[in-house]
């Protein structure tokens, strides 16, 4: 089977069934422009829904089904406007599965690269680095970021000599640990250089809000990763009923809307949720037009996060 094949049957697995097109699950949006934010100090923009790539793409390079299915997730993304994909080493096969599939998507033109260094051994850090550039099939990266703090003192000089020879383009640091956190304090008031904080925060885990004003206070982007906390968010929310301004924010499920309400956070630039699903890409894509909830509106959406989630 090739990959038109592929793409046409994994597409009416993920569409046909739910009685659900890309046209139809658009149409709402259609027109509106895509809110884009600071994502560096240079002030450059990006949409401020991004793609993760935990779990999610790391999938055998060989497992033609599988690559079909990313592949419409990736075209979904594009196609809707979306432009950051994170990903990293530590992610298996996600890397190579995205350096076989962004070539073959015309629209991947507009890709903003961010991957990780990820390794204990500092001088392996130059050669991690550049594979995952060859895996990605990139000659730069535009956003290369400290892997939950592991080796940063050994592999920040490293990213800040490929900045000043060209091979990425911005700086930034990651965890997903809050027992990073105090660590990450420190180093935000002692690293003044870097372009972007990479943290966990959702309606469930809302321990980084001081470290998010504080990397905004520094002139750094904050990029959330883990928005839906791994998926348990919008599953603990299943039976709550949708508010009735969720219309009005152009949100047809609980999955944009708490992306939106991630994003009315001033401090926020880009959220990055992961999925395998095309379906689930086009709700989260709602997150990117339309209006962020009002003060109103967001007060309302915490009281129930906080009933929800305690």
């Not at 009416?12 to 949006?29: D, E, I, N, Y």
């Not at 520094?218 to 508010?243: I, K, Q, T, Y």
Request: charge should be positive.
């Amino acid at each position: 089977m090739d990959r038109r094949a592929l793409l046409a049957r994994a597409a009416a697995g993920a569409f046909v069934a739910t009685g659900l097109s890309p046209v139809m699950a658009t149409a709402a949006q259609a027109g509106l422009p895509a809110l884009t934010r600071p994502i560096a100090r240079s002030g450059e923009r990006v949409p401020v829904v991004g793609m993760g790539t935990w779990l999610s793409f790391d999938v055998s390079p060989g497992d033609a089904e599988a690559l079909a299915r990313r592949a419409l997730v990736l075209e979904r993304f594009f196609a809707g406007g979306g432009r950051l994909i994170d990903s990293s080493p530590m992610y298996g096969h996600a890397e190579a599965v995205l350096g076989t599939l962004l070539p073959t998507l015309p629209q991947s033109r507009a890709l903003f690269s961010a991957t990780k260094v990820w390794t204990p051994i500092g001088s392996y850090g130059p050669t991690q680095m550049q594979r995952s550039l060859d895996l990605w099939k990139l000659e730069r990266c535009d956003l290369m970021q400290v892997h939950n703090l592991l080796n940063w003192s050994a592999h920040l000089p490293t990213l800040r000599r490929w900045r000043a020879e060209g091979r990425v383009r911005h700086l930034g640091l990651t965890t997903s640990h809050g027992n990073k956190h105090d660590m990450l304090r420190e180093l935000l008031d002692s690293e003044r250089d870097l372009d972007v904080l990479q943290i966990t925060y959702n309606p469930a885990d809302r321990r980084a809000e001081p470290l998010m004003r504080q990397a905004a206070a520094r002139g750094m982007a904050v990029v959330l990763n883990r928005p839906f906390d791994g998926g348990s968010v919008p599953r603990r929310l299943r039976n709550e009923p949708l508010p009735t301004f969720a219309a009005e924010l152009g949100c047809s499920a609980w999955a944009p809307l708490v992306l939106k309400w991630e994003l009315a956070h001033p401090t926020v630039s880009c959220v990055i949720p992961a999925t395998t699903d095309p379906e689930h890409m086009l709700q989260n894509l709602e997150a990117l037009r339309g209006p962020l909830p009002d003060a109103r509106q967001h007060a309302s959406l915490t009281t129930v996060f906080d009933r929800v989630f305690g």
